[in-house]
């Protein structure tokens, strides 16, 4: 493209060049020309006052001789015979007689070739006698063409220089033109191979521009499906937590024997095959990548829905459970599904990494600007709250995937809050949801600022911490799962009927 546009503006400009120096290089020629003849004939008009008063050879010799051109040996005066006398050519003559002749007969001036070069003005002029006297004037060729060929030199100097500018300026406009789009091939290459990186500046003309940024929404947009299908992959896998501790409660009770064993030893490896497909869709999921907000919820009726759920479990096993807060509407910018599942991440917590009987709290406060979500229990707490909120895992602990926390605080994050765990008034862990409602966080961080500033120096401290070993708050990451509304009762009932068995 590049070349095809020198080699185009090239043609054109040269086509231009000929199309205006020749013409005008052969008007320069012809300007000289007449320049040298009309030199001429004014120096014939000098001999002619003499040839009206006199035709004595001896007379018309010194005049010309005093003019310039017969001093100079190109001025000759043809007189016809007059009389009896013979013709008198006065000077050097140059043209031939027929041509002399000819000049007399016509009775206007003439220009005839001269042998070995040049040619000649013949001007003719009347006599005294009535006869007619022919005056010859030399004009050599170095006269005639004087000024062409620097002239010829100058306009083929101005037409290189319009060609080679033009070629620079094609050059360069189509090195303006080929970047981007070798930039954009580039890209296209990178992103075929794999590197869903690799992005276009939005540089070069209009049309280049356009085309960038449609290749950059499309990377973004192909960068999000991709993080979205892992999301989704390792989102419903971890929904299979919440059954899947049923069923590890569900074993305690039944007993030794070997079908007891085998249930459990088919409950453990179940949940070891879940972890591994959750952390293999972590891994390769970017860790930039955030949900959306959704439809919104009553996050009071889901926080009583998903306790329902919850309290069968919590009566099997003796814990004391206290809810409060939720006998309002509270509205938040959160899909159902998607606080049902952090949620579910929260008390998964509580029973899997607390003893039987501890007891737990859930707890909703309407801030006016915010929704806090308090889920507080009675078990050892948290020795490291910033192991356990970083995101993901080393994945050196069975049944630990680094995606229930995770999975509360994307939901927190979408809304502009974020997540804090702390010490609860009963003794334990107490993890502190902050659920923007007008789409930005009014906590402050630790130094006193927002809390967008809190979560990045969290972050900070999450990336310095990414090779080292999580804490046990970083196992103490929950079960996303179960269904709503009615299954969620159907699974409350076949969990008391498997513990009456």
């Not at 007449?34 to 006199?54: K, V, Y």
């Not at 029973?351 to 915010?370: I, K, S």
């Amino acid at each position: 493209m590049r070349w095809a546009l020198v080699k185009v503006c090239l043609a054109v400009t040269a086509m231009v060049v000929v199309a205006f120096a020749v013409p005008l290089g052969l008007v320069v020629q012809e300007m000289a020309s007449d320049r040298a003849f009309s030199n001429a004939e004014r120096q014939a008009a000098t001999i002619g006052p003499t040839l009206s008063i006199t035709t004595d050879p001896q007379q018309l010799r010194r005049a010309v001789e005093s003019t310039q051109m017969g001093a100079a040996e190109r001025m000759a005066v043809h007189v016809p015979a007059i009389g009896g006398s013979a013709a008198v050519t006065i000077g050097r003559a140059r043209a031939a007689d027929g041509d002399v002749a000819r000049t007399r007969e016509y009775g206007r001036a003439t220009t005839a070739s001269v042998a070995g070069g040049g040619s000649a003005l013949l001007q003719p002029f009347a006599i005294g006698s009535g006869d007619i006297a022919v005056v010859e004037i030399y004009v050599p060729e170095s006269e005639v063409s004087n000024g062409v060929a620097t002239a010829w030199l100058v306009l083929a100097g101005v037409g290189l220089a319009l060609v080679v500018g033009s070629v620079a300026v094609a050059d360069r406009l189509g090195a303006r033109l080929v970047r981007p789009a070798e930039r954009l091939a580039d890209a296209a290459h990178q992103l075929g191979e794999g590197r869903l990186g690799a992005r276009v500046p939005e540089a070069g003309p209009k049309e280049l521009r356009s085309a960038a940024v449609a290749f950059n929404s499309m990377a973004d947009q192909v960068v999000e499906l991709l993080a979205n299908e892992r999301e989704l992959a390792a989102d419903l896998s971890h929904r299979l937590r919440t059954p899947l501790t049923v069923l590890r409660l569900n074993t305690a009770s039944l007993g030794d024997g070997p079908a007891a064993e085998q249930t459990r030893a088919a409950v453990e490896q179940l949940e070891r095959e879940v972890d591994t497909i959750i952390r293999t869709a972590r891994e390769q999921r970017p860790a930039n990548q955030g949900i959306g907000a959704g439809a919104g919820c009553d996050a009071s009726e889901v926080i009583r829905e998903r306790m329902d759920f919850w309290s069968a479990l919590a009566e099997d096993e003796g814990r004391t459970v206290r809810l409060a807060g939720v006998d309002r509407t509270v509205r938040i910018p959160v899909a159902r599904p998607e606080l049902a599942a952090a949620l579910d991440a929260m008390l998964g917590n509580v029973f899997r990494h607390t003893p039987e009987g501890t007891p737990f709290a859930v707890d909703v406060h309407d801030a006016g600007d915010a929704v806090i979500v308090l889920v507080s229990d009675g078990g050892p707490g948290i020795a490291d709250p910033d192991a356990a909120l970083r995101r993901g895992n080393d994945g050196a602990r069975d049944g630990s995937t680094g995606l229930g926390l995770d999975i509360v605080r994307r939901v927190a994050e979408s809304t502009g809050g974020d997540v804090r765990l702390g010490r609860s008034v009963l003794g334990g862990t107490e993890v502190r949801v902050w659920i923007g409602l007008d789409g930005r966080s009014r906590r402050g961080g630790a130094d006193g600022g927002p809390g967008r500033r809190g979560r990045r120096k969290r972050r900070g401290r999450r990336e310095r911490e990414r090779e080292g070993g999580g804490e046990r708050g970083g196992e103490r990451e929950g079960v996303r799962g179960g269904e709503r509304g009615g299954q969620s009762r159907t699974s409350v009932s076949e969990r008391r009927a498997s513990s009456g068995s």
